[in-house]
């Protein structure tokens, strides 16, 4: 009696099935070894893709590719035409709209103050995530971000590359493994920015062009007047819109140093830098973070540690360590050297070319995950491949892509920390950081911050002029707004799960 209630019931679903046009056919008619099945592959759609991201997709593009979005048509023409078959769009709310209910992830490379709104709805959605770095603008979303990941159990990654690569791993190793003793000084560095820092806001307004949707590239953020100097690329250095060059490079220079002393809230951190304004980024800057002792590994103490960043093309002066002639920025991009009680680390960007001082070879076995592809500095292909795989995989089941928000947000709250440490930096101290509650414990309710608006140098009638304006702010107030900023007029996000 029962079979047959459930043959019953198996036909009217096939029935059902087939009279709205679905057709199950066994796996093995559609798909030939070394071809994947359509039903294999995920629906993505892309967001920011005129410039890395378009890079991003051509490394997915082992997937169906069925939305694209960008703010500028212009820019995002090359793409729009490699992928004809997407449809496009200008605002990813539209597309979140229209196409939800049939795409399984999203990549997203715009500008670091949208990763947040878009990445945060996506989640919600229960869409899989593959954000750029850094992964967002502030401490807040971050936390936001790891926090809603873990509720909807979906896959994640953030597009720091080199973290899916094998110079990581080798270096984990060979620390964990004891081979340079306990670390308590680490010092990382960039030659970054290669785009315009150290300015005050441009007061020309140019027309904005028809291929460009400025009120949605302003999205969250204040609105301004069009100047062509913020998009594409150059948004970087502007506070509203990037990070500058500490939270453009962190995220790749020091994940071999997060990762392999498992570092978590700093107490303490202090920034300095070439004059700081209200608008861009400094010219250069150097932070300084203090970790506490961590739990100890099998066979590594884990001590305090200092953490020095330097960027804008200062470089630790170690004349004591570093062999002479040594070039810091061999790799084009930046490196860090651990000093440990027994030998001290170097390496590039993202942990590849790690070598001893001393010279010597450590010989550890290769234990921890290797990806394919991940041999070769700095490829486009492996991260973005890792995270499909994840995608694919059930989340009991799931192994983690490396850099899933899990790793990436916390670390990517350690990175905005220290934009907000050169941005506080006229406080004069170390400011001590409450890391749970996402709050400086070292900064009274009248400090005050006193930062230039604008610096003006005119020879008037064979004189030399200055003319540099300041203005006083609030510090807790100021720093309570680069903490979590305050999204314009019709933009929110949600609130921490
Ligand atoms: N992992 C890496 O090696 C790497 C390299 C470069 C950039 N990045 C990161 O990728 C992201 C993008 O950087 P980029 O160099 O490609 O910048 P870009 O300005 O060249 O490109 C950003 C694209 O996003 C579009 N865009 C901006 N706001 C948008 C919005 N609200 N909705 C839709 N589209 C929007 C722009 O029009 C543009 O096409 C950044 O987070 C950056 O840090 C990572």
């Known amino acids: 009696m029962s079979n047959s209630k459930n043959s019953r019931r198996d036909f009217l679903k096939k029935t059902a099935l087939l009279s709205a046009g679905i057709t199950i056919l066994p796996r093995h008619v559609i798909s030939s070894p070394g071809k994947k099945a359509p039903s294999d592959k995920l629906n993505i759609v892309g967001i920011g893709i005129g410039g890395k991201g378009f890079v991003n997709l051509r490394a997915m593009a082992t997937e169906n590719i069925v939305g694209l979005c960008d703010v500028d048509w212009k820019y995002a023409d090359r793409c729009f035409k490699e992928f004809s078959n997407a449809k496009r769009y200008w605002d ?3 597309m979140f709209d229209e196409l939800g209910g049939s795409f399984d992830g999203v990549m997203i490379a715009t500008a670091d103050h949208t990763h947040a709104a878009i990445a945060a709805t996506a989640l919600t959605l229960g869409k899989h995530v593959y954000c750029q770095k850094p992964l967002t603008h502030s401490v807040y979303e971050s936390r936001l971000l790891t926090k809603l990941a873990a509720k909807h159990k979906v896959a994640t990654q953030m597009g720091n590359q080199g973290n899916s690569g094998d110079g990581v791993r080798q270096l ?37 062009p028809k291929t460009l949707n400025w009120d949605l590239f302003i999205g969250p953020a204040p609105m301004r007047p069009y100047n062509e100097i913020y998009t594409p690329w150059n948004w970087r250095g502007w506070w509203d819109f990037g990070t500058g060059a500490f939270g453009d490079m962190a995220c790749h220079v020091l994940d071999p140093v997060y990762r392999a002393l498992k570092l978590g809230y700093p107490e303490k951190v202090r920034g300095s830098s070439t004059t700081i304004n209200t608008e861009s980024a400094p010219h250069a800057e150097t932070v300084e973070f203090s970790f506490p002792a961590r739990e100890n590994l099998p066979r590594l103490a884990m001590p305090p540690v200092k953490v020095h960043w330097y960027d804008g093309g200062l470089l630790p002066n170690l004349s004591d360590l570093l062999p002479e002639g040594e070039n810091l920025m061999a790799d084009g991009l930046g490196g860090c050297l651990f000093i440990g009680s027994k030998d001290s680390l170097l390496c590039g960007c993202g942990g590849y070319d790690s070598r001893l001082l001393s010279g010597r070879v450590p010989d550890v076995n290769p234990y921890l995950r290797r990806i394919t592809g991940g041999d070769v500095f700095y490829p486009d292909g492996p991260h973005e491949q890792d995270w499909i795989r994840a995608c694919k995989e059930s989340p009991g089941n799931r192994i983690e892509p490396t850099s899933n928000f899990a790793y990436s947000g916390p670390f990517n709250e350690m990175v905005m920390l220290g934009v907000l440490a050169i941005r506080l930096q006229g406080l004069n101290k170390a400011l001590k950081w409450d890391g749970e509650n996402m709050r400086f414990t070292n900064i009274s309710e009248t400090d005050e911050l006193k930062i230039m608006i604008s610096d003006d140098f ?4 064979g004189h030399p002029n200055f003319d540099k304006q300041f203005a006083t702010f609030n510090a807790l107030a100021s720093a309570d707004e680069y903490i979590k900023h305050t999204c314009r007029a019709g933009w929110s996000l949600p609130a921490i799960p």
């Open 458 to 461: 005119k020879v008037i009638d």
């Open 92 to 94: 990813w709310r539209k």
């Open 172 to 208: 984990c190793e060979w620390i964990w493994n004891n081979e340079i003793g306990e670390i308590r000084e680490v010092h990382a560095w960039t030659d970054r920015p290669i785009w315009p820092q150290g300015i005050s806001r441009p007061a020309k307004v140019t027309p904005i």
